[in-house]
């Protein structure tokens, strides 16, 4: 079960990283002075479609997409790192008590 927490828990970061990328980094061809033309959605959220910034990605629907699979796998991973501590813990205390009587 620990496997599972930190495949889940890795999952999640990547998500959460990808998310990141999305919303914060450049994009589009570049101008004159080497620089991209467009920002990423959370740093220009009001850019004008149609000058290169067409990105399916960078569209709200699609963030919002890569926002939900993100909370999602958060959540499992979180459930999943519960279950495993609380089955270890569990294994400990019946192993212990077994011993006592």
Partial sequence: MDKWSMAFLVVALGLW????V??????????????????GPLMA???RPGHGCDS???QWPALLGVLGLA???????AATTVHARLLGRLSRLTAGGDARS
């Fill in 17 to 20: 990283l990808c998310l990141a």
């Fill in 22 to 39: 999305l919303m914060l980094s450049s994009y589009g061809p570049e101008s004159y002075a080497g620089e991209p033309r467009c920002e």
């Fill in 45 to 47: 959220p009001f850019q």
């Fill in 56 to 58: 399916e990605l960078r």
């Fill in 71 to 77: 909370t999602l796998a958060s959540v499992v991973a």
